[in-house]
Every structure is written in C-alpha cells, then in structure tokens.
C-alpha cells in the first residue's frame, strides 16, 4: 500500500472520482432498458440497442430503436399538444421554460454524470460547462418566451420541429434546440444522437415532473434511421438538425421542397490564429480549450493552427511542454483534462486520420500520456508540417489532433483561414486591436474569438457560414430559426399568373430596333449563346427580344458578382447614396417603365412605378439602420452581433409585378452590401433589360449587379449548383422551389424559396427586416477585455 | 501509515545558485500578457485539478514544508516571535505528525523584521530553520537606497539567512529596467551568502506585463526567489500574478538553465488555497519546483488551517482551532 510519506516524495494527484451511484440508481429504477417519451409517458421499453460506457465499455441501458411509427405517434403527440401549448400566454410558456431551468439546476450533478457515463466526457466539463449553459439557455429562453410577442412583432411559430442533435454535447445541444422552440411557441420531436440518448430521457423525465404539459416534449431514440424518419414525416414543419455536414446534405435533400423550414447547425474546420504579438502562454492554454476540449469533439474545434513563422518554433515547443501536462484518463475523475472518445467506431476514424496525416507527410507529435488499458482514449496530438493540401487541413477530424501550420503576413493568414469550406468559427490572438479586428472581420466564421475560444453564452448566436450551415443558435437569431415571418409564408394572394400568348404577331415596325442584352460586370453583352427569345405582349403581338442566357453567362455573371465584393465595404452610407440615386434616375424614368408594363402586362404600369421607386427609397434609408447588437455577455467580455453581407445572391425573379418584385428582392440584397446575380421574370424580362439603363446612369459599380435573361428552370438550375454563389432567392412556382433547394445542397447554400404568388406591393409582404436578415448573416464577435 | 518517515525532500543535481545574466531588453520587450487569458487559465485551474484522501495529505504536508511562517506585524513583540519560533519547531501536534509519520517536518523558514532577526536566530538553533528578514525598506522601498541596502547588510550580520528585499516600484512604473536591475544586482551583493528574495509588489505593477517584466529582471540581476508582495499591499498573491510570474520563472530556466524559487506572499489563509498554488507550480514548473528551495508560501494562519484538515484526515471528523498549538 501506498503510504503518505511515499505520496509526499511522488507530488501526484492520484485519484479522484466522482460518485456515480445516483446516476446508476436512476438507471436502476428503470432496469436499464427505456422506452421512448412520447405523450407525457414512456412507451413500452424494447431492448434494440445499447448505450454504453465508452471509458469501459460496460453496458449502461438497452434503448429502443425508433421505428417510423414510433416517430408518427410522437409527431401526432406532439401536433395534438400544439394548440393547447401555442394558446398559453408568452408569460404561462415563460414559467414552463423557467421551471425547466431549475429542475436542471436542481438535479445538475445527476445530470452531469449520466453525461459523462454515457459520453465519456471529463466530469468538469460536463459539470462545469455542459450542464451550467444548459440552465443558462432555459433561462435565457424563459425571458424570450414572455417577449415574443412585442420584440418578434407579426411573427408566428413554425409549428411541429423534428429535432435531431449530435453525441458530443448531448443535453446540451438538446437545450440549444428545445428551449428557443418551446420558447417560440412550437412542439417538439427529438431524437437524441444513439450513443448518447440518456441525459434526454433524463430530462423528459424531469420535465415532466416540472409539470410541462404532455406532448410538448417528445424524445425518440434510434439511430439515422429513426432520424431519417423523422426528418421525412410530413407532419413535421421545420427541421433542425446539428451535426455532420455529410448528414446535413441528405436533411437539405429530404427535406427540399416540401416548405419545412431547416435550420443546420454542421461540421467545422476551424483556424486559430496567432500572430506573433500574442501572449503565446495564454495562446497555448487557447488551444488547450480549442482541440483538447470535450477530446477535440466539437463541431467548433480549432483544429487548424496558424502560427505566424516568426514565433512558430517558440509556439510549438511550448505547446508541447503543455500537452505533456494534459491527463488523459477515467472522466468520471475529477482531475482529467481529457476523458473516452464517444465510441469505438469514432475512435477507429480518429485513427484513420492520423494514418492519413501521416502518409501524407505531417509530422505526428503525441504527449508521453499513458493511456488506460481499457476503453476508447486517444492521447493529445500535434501535426505539424501540414499543407493546405493535406486532408488534416481540410477535413473535420472530430477528435484531438491539431493540425499546425505557419504564415509569413496578415494577409497570408487570413487567406489561408479562410480557405476551407466550413465557416463556424475562428479564434485570433493578438495583443494589437487593430490587428485583431481587422482579422476577426475579414474572416468567414460565424463566432470569431479574439484571446479567447469556445466561448458560449445563450445570448450570443451560434451557427457557421458556407457549409458549417445556416440558421443560428442561440440570441434573437436564433429565436428567428422557431418563427415564421409573414414575408417567409406561402403567399398565394389570388393572383393568376401571365399567359404566354402563342403565336407571335410580326413586330410593328415603327421604331428603330432595340437589342436588349444580359447585363454582366456593368456591361451590356450578348448572350454566350448567341440565341435570343420572343417575348409577346398580352395580345400576342412580339414586344421584342431577349438574349437568352446559358450555363456560360450566369459563370460569368457570377465571376463579374465577386469581382465586385468590394461593394461589401463601401460604407453604409455610401450604400445608401446609390441606392436613393436609383430611385432618382427610376422616377425621372417613371413615364417610361409604366409604359412599358403596360405593354409587357396589359395593365396600368404608374402605381408599380410608383411603389418601386418608393422601395428603393425605403431601402437606401434602411443601409445604415439594419444594426446588430452588443450581447449582454458574461462580464468582462464583449460579445458584438455584426449583420455582415452573405456575398453572391443569386435572386430567381417571378413573373407578378415584375418591376416591383425585381426591386423588392434586389434592393435588400444590395442594401446590406452584397452583390447579385438576378434572373428577371422569364415571362417580362423587357423591364429588367430598360432597369439597367437605370442602373449605368446610378453609380451601381460594375458587377454588383448582373442581370442575366433566359429560361427560370434552365438559370436557377445553375445558380443552385454553383459552388461559389453563396444562397439563393426565389420565388414563384413551389415545384422549381423545391428543385432549387435539392440543386443547392452541393455548398449547402441558404436557399429563401417562398412558393406562391404575392401581392408586392403589400409592404408586409414585399419589404421590410425579413428581407434585411435574409441578406445578412450574423457574426458574433467575442473580445474579452481587461488589463 | 506512520512505517515510512517522511523527509524533507531533496533534489539531486540541484542547479548552482541563479548568478544572474545580463540585462537583456529585447527579451523584456517579448513579454505580453493577457489578462483575460492569464485569469481564465488560473480560474479553470481550479476545476480540473483536485487531490483527495492520503494524496491530498501528502500535498498538505508538502504545503507546510514550503511555508515562511511569517510575523510581520506593527505589533510584534518578543513574545509573539518566540511563539512562533517554537511553532516552527513543531508545526503539528506532536500526536497528529505521529500519526502522518510526519515528525521530521519544519516548516522552509521564520520571517521577520529585522528588528527580530537575532530573537528568532536564538530561539531556532539547532532547528536548523532559517530565520528570514525583510530588508530594502520594506514594504514601500522607498527610504534611501544607501539606507535599504544597510538594512540588507545588517540583516545577514544579525543572522539572516534569507533576506525578503522589496523593489522600488518605480523602477517598473516608469520602466526603468536598468535602475531596477542594478537596484537588485546591489542588494544580492549586499546579502553574500543569504538567499535573496525579492518582492516585486505586484499589486503597485499597474499589469501583468509589468509583472513578467519585474520578474524577468529580478532573475537576470541574480534573484534567488521571485516573491508576489509584502502582504501590505491593497492586493496580494493572486493566481494570475502567480502563473504570470511561474511563466516567467520557466522562460528564464528554459533559456539560462538557472532555477528561480517563488514565493507567494499575503492572504493565503486557507489549505484549499494552498493546494491551488501547489497546484499552478506543478502544472507550469512540475514537481521539482514543489520543494522549499524553489517554493515559498509566506504566511502566518495557513499552518492552523493545515493542522486542522490534516486532523481530518486522520479522524475523519472536522477539526477544530483550539486542538492545535496558536503560532
């Protein structure tokens, strides 16, 4: 036996575990085998599958697989709960979010270590991190549920969610879903991940005992299938899912065209940048919290370091010196920095990777750690020597394994940072604001962290750009993700679509011809194809001739788009100035575009013009008014939500009040600084191709804009596909909105497909903040402070 | 328990006495830190670090090894040093260190002021305890430098073994590293043989830059300990001035190969507390900093508290004060 004399000479830490026998006794009560929670009750409990212990492999519970009827009775549970749920004031939904709270509060050390059993997460994290922000989001929601209705005015909930959430984070990510959407008005269905479905059932439990109406709650267990389930059942309204992106694809693909509403919270490959004016020990401790955090299984890992060349060798020594100190071991003991990967099957891909990292030419670096015998552990570990075109640099690993790599400039930096896919998040270290600013601003991340990382807070949106996903979590933002505004409804306001009248009657040729073109890069230009298109006027009679478009002009009018991203920088105000110029030089023009619909639509064309040039008005006042917020953050830092430009649009105009339609959706987009591709209605491109006259004679620079004439199936098609259009506006025809979202899954762009026709000129319908924040995406900036 | 007796420990190969470097003011001007970050690592600290049961014991008992125990009070008197004289001599009920098989223990050394200094000397012969002085004008340092330097020299001819000398922390506030370094290179000279410890005063430093600064110069002028404060200023030992300073300490080590002690100095009261500044000094030095020639804990109340959670131990009841010998 070990002696306190021998302890003093060694100065270990020896063992510290956590008491688990609450949360076995409450495995006990239920003989380890669960049904699922669907109605306010458990359903008969079917021994399909096992959750296990990943630091020792021992049986937890047997759980059941969620068949697709198991799904259709928790979605009619769920739908049968909704009105009663939705009929309760904001403040009667605010005390159930507020009473969930503190249950979880009430029974936090049960919690945390049913999650760490079941995740192999070290105890500290889940009692420390993990089940404290739960709390925090129910309370946090807790006051939103009461707000709603005046902070979220002409606002609706979205109805049934199917929610289906990741392993690694299990309560968490539950939280981060069910609280804005109990908060917001909505029922639920949630699936838990099916290594991790006990801290859900847990919760159900205590919930229910908290007294929130049966049905509002519903969690199946199962694994892709059961999720596949649910994600199809056409009883669900939205969707939200967080976890790969490979998934999020086939979720964008179920789910395209059927008018849920999908939120996708996916995958990360994200940087951390250290310049060489950084504190470099508190930079290692930063990537300490970045990779080795919950063992680097964390969609917002920094698991992509960039050290400037000029203190990389120093960086690198001492982040090993550090890494050696980590302890990896029993999560259940309280002195682990790094507990059990998930599960084997995760643990066999970290491994693969490393292989692949090392064949490829990485430098693989692991601390001395001894690691048990047993269970699913892999020790900390540093690459260095990675190249951008290497698979550690580009793919999200999911475990603890940094990739290093150096940079010579700032420039140099930012470029390599953003040269990935992912989009969530980044972390930069400097001591010199400038720097760090301008760094946090240029890159393309969701969250940026400045001297600190993995910061959360349920004020503070979450949620990535490009293919990270779209939809935030967390903060008003994230409240948006649980309501329907009215411009987001199908809005079949009675309107009956132009006919295209056959045959066409010869032109009258009283005037000198006119060859309208595309529009691309702030030059008129033929059509790559060389072919143009008849466009009749309501009686049949040819009104004239538009280039028709193809796969080559809308490449172009992309490149043309991006070519232009500086619009994206022009000051507000700047913005502002074009776009009242716009209007200008529309209404000086007014006489002439109302004749012109008149002849295109057969109808009075002045009251169109008229609201047009009033909506460019509108939107010119908007640039320098759609502001984001300062979070109320944890003190000492703060939390910055910046509205930033998504990039290229591409915006698939209807065929109803073209002109009105065409300005209702390209002025938010240009207002809030991006640039566009626009297809004009296919049935009255006549108006968009007088528009750019409009637009030559407004100071547009060339290439914000680009208009692009032709077929709407043959362009959206295109647009959708291409990788370097970040989203994508229609609206028209449910059936092409549907293809268009299917199109788009290849960079999981943001698609706003409204099917139907509306009545633009109705200003809750064709403008306003709905359009401003379909534009933008957030940022949220953390900047700690002090000295 | 109570086979094995516990020594104090030793560290083979032990590194010279820091001699000291050249003022390097490049190096200085490397040194940034973040507070945010310096905070938020000392804060997590805490929960991802803890010893239980006989581990936690041998961790107090490494505690009390490394503790200056410390009067340096405007009412000191004679008695009240000999008191704690004779508690270092026996810094556990004599029952309870048999039961820890811990007789052996003294704890590094007995600080007082100067005017104490022959007192305490004779009431800790053959203890072979160190008598440690404040020196230097402390706690300001802010008397004459001739005089501050005086009071180092008288300090080691009284008997002083170790001297705790204050920085004139104008020299940091004004970054006037050449004045500070010199001012300590003086100081070391004047205190010979005497282990010389230098407090920095942290809570005047303004920020922790300051702090790694200070600290960095102190080394190159030839400090045998880094020392956090004097106890008397509006803030003393912290973590994040403790990791800042620990930071330093490695850095110097990593490019010298000589190794600085630190000391914690005012308001560390509690074995909880102490454990948590063990515990920094294991995480960024390791083990071989966790002896009393490289790890001070200048204090006076601590050794209660110590006494009383090492009872538990033994009992497994909550102790209380009056069971242990005052200090």
Known sequence: MTTIPDLFEQMAYGPAPEDASAAHAWLGNHEAVFGHWIGGRWTSPRRDFQSKNPADGALLAELSQGTAEDIDHAVRAARASLKAWQSLSGDQRGRHLYAIARQVQKHARLFAVLETLDNGKPIRESRDIDIPLVARHFYHHAGWASLIEDELPGSQPVGVVGQVIPWNFPLLMLAWKVAPALAAGNTVVLKPAEYTSLTALLFAEMVHRAGLPPGVLNIVTGDGVTGRALVKHQGIDKVAFTGSTEVGREIRSVTAGTGKALTLELGGKSPFLVFSDADLDGAVEGVVDAIWFNQGEVCCAGSRLLVQESVAIVFEERLKRRMQTLRVGPPLDKAIDMGAIVDPTQLQRIERYVEMGKAEGGVCWQSDVVLPSEGCFFPPTLFTGVESAHTLAREEVFGPVLAAMTFRTHDEAIALANNTRYGLAASVWSENVNLALDVAARLKAGVVWVNCTNQFDAASGFGGYRESGFGREGGVEGLWAYRRATADLPADQGLSPDPMPEPLAPREGRTLDRTPKLYIAGRQVRPDGGHSRAIPSPDGSLLGEVGEGNRKDIRNAVEAAHAASAWGRVSAHGRAQVLYFLAENLEARSKEFAARLLDCTGRDGRAEVEASVRRLFIYAGWCDKFEGAVHQAPVGHIVLALPEPIGVIGVICPDEAPLLSMVSLLSPVLAMGNTVVLVPSERHPLIATDFYQVLDTSDVPAGAINLVTGSKDLLAQVLAEHDDVDALWYAGHADLGGMIERWSIGNLKQTWVTAGQRNWSDPTLGEGREFLRRATQVKNLWVPYGE | ?327
């Open chain 2, 1 to 327: 328990m109570g086979v094995t007796k516990l020594r104090k420990p030793r560290h083979a190969g032990l590194p010279a006495r820091n001699p000291g470097v050249a003022l390097d003011l490049d190096w200085l001007a490397e040194q940034r830190v973040n507070r945010s970050a310096a905070e938020r690592r000392a804060q997590s600290l805490a929960g991802r670090r803890t010893v239980k049961k006989d581990w936690q014991a041998a961790w107090l008992l490494r505690a009390l090894t490394c503790i200056d125990l410390t009067t340096l009070d405007g009412g000191d008197t004679s008695s009240n040093v000999a008191r704690l004289c004779a508690k270092a001599r026996r810094p556990l009920r004599s029952d309870l260190a048999a039961a820890l098989g811990a007789e052996s223990l003294n704890v590094a050394a007995v600080c007082v002021y100067p005017l104490f200094v022959e007192e305490a000397c004779g009431a800790l012969a053959g203890s072979g305890i160190p008598v440690a002085s404040v020196a230097a004008g402390f706690p300001d340092g802010l008397t004459k430098f001739e005089q501050r330097l005086d009071e180092v020299r008288d300090a080691r001819v009284a008997g002083a073994q170790e001297i705790d000398i204050v920085i004139r922390r104008q020299w940091v506030l004004s970054a006037d590293w050449s004045a500070l370094y010199q001012e300590v290179q003086a100081f070391r000279k004047a205190a010979g043989d005497c282990r010389l410890k230098v407090i920095l005063g942290t809570g005047n430093l303004g920020n922790l830059t300051n702090v790694s600064k200070a600290s960095l110069v102190a080394m190159m002028a030839g400090a045998d300990f880094i020392k956090t404060s004097t106890g008397k200023e509006g803030v003393n030992a912290t973590l994040p001035v403790t990791l800042v300073m620990l930071r330093a300490i490695r850095h110097f080590f990593d490019r010298t190969g000589f190794a600085v002690g630190f000391k914690a100095a005012g308001g560390i009261r509690k074995a909880k507390d102490a454990l948590s500044y063990l515990m920094l000094v294991h995480e960024e030095l390791g083990t071989a900093w966790l002896c009393e020639s490289r790890f001070r804990i200048g204090a006076s109340g601590l050794l209660g508290d110590l006494s009383r959670q090492l009872e538990h131990r033994t009992t497994a009841r909550y102790s209380s004060d009056r069971r242990h010998p005052m200090g």
